[in-house]
């Protein structure tokens, strides 16, 4: 690598760990690229020559969320000895805490809108389906004889309704709980959810 | 009524009917002072004469998209001859359509927050919990024995959990459905909860 080359991708990794800490701090109304470009020490103009505007940038802090909450997921999965419903749990727990300890960051995976007439780039999307992959494995095991399509579906439906429970509860907004009522709440559901398919599927055979 | 006062309300109804169409069509980033103050015709500082801040503003229109939300809910309770599990489905479904409609003022209602240091008035609180009573009538009538405060707490969970799929499905974001499929999943999920709470009752029983 050219030591040209070298610096960049240093100067990148810089503008993106200092966006970072901009976004955790105050959501993605507080990331102004001229406050980005005073603390990595360049010119205005120079910051969208490291990345290509400020989707990307916000899609590549995004990007390093999405690897801290994928290593808070896996560790929780590691207890090998759990059935699939109390793994269903626990990784819905450890999305729980991990947007509670990262409550900016997380926020901005979701606010975050493509300007007009851009649409998310392959790899971030890729990127975010890597996710559902957790609940892909307990869920198979649930229900052997789902499609593969009938699955994701379920997990998207799964994760979408512990997100919910998540949002509005750490927003405080509709629903004010405090964080241990709102974690056995979403053990709760979790359960509910996966008894009641269960049953469902009893009665229908 | 003095003629001032009566045109002063004529005023703040025409500036909360512009307001409403504003976050419509752009959201709450589309909502600009000086925009709101040509449209109805006054100077820019006397919007602030009508509303105390941005704050109220937005929370007023809240309430006027609150209200007809409450009349689309109100519409599928209507038919008294469903089961508690279908009724709680069919606010479900009206909550995903009416979400669907109103995208823009719908989501403003969550994505608001108050300027730093400022509480939500009473008021807005108030109409907020409003929304929660047509989900209280059939959980009663399921759980007969359970204490208001836990189904006040069932009611949070079950609302934001529906909540949160139509959020995710609509906005195509992690999880891109068509509308139909969104729909037959919240219906499934609902039934599947309640299923899944009444089963872990029999068991501890």
Known sequence: MSKTSERRKKQREELLTVAESMIAAKGLA??????????IGV?????????EDVDELVLRVGSRT????DAAVTAVEAAGDASPVDKLSRIALAY???AAENTGLWRALFEHRMQ??????EW???EQKELF????????????KRSAVELDVLARSLFSAVHGIVALGLEQKFVAVPLDVLRREIARIVRAVVNGIVLEEKAEA
């Open 96 to 98: 729980c805490d991990f």
């Open 30 to 39: 507080g990331l102004k690229t001229r406050d980005l470009a005073q603390r």
């Open 43 to 51: 010119a205005n103009g120079a910051v969208y020559n490291l990345v």
């Open 66 to 69: 999405l690897a801290r909450l």
């Open 116 to 121: 007009p007439g851009k649409d998310v780039p």
């Open 133 to 144: 992959q957790h609940i892909h494995g307990p869920l198979v095991a649930l229900f052997p």
């Open 124 to 126: 971030s999307i890729a």
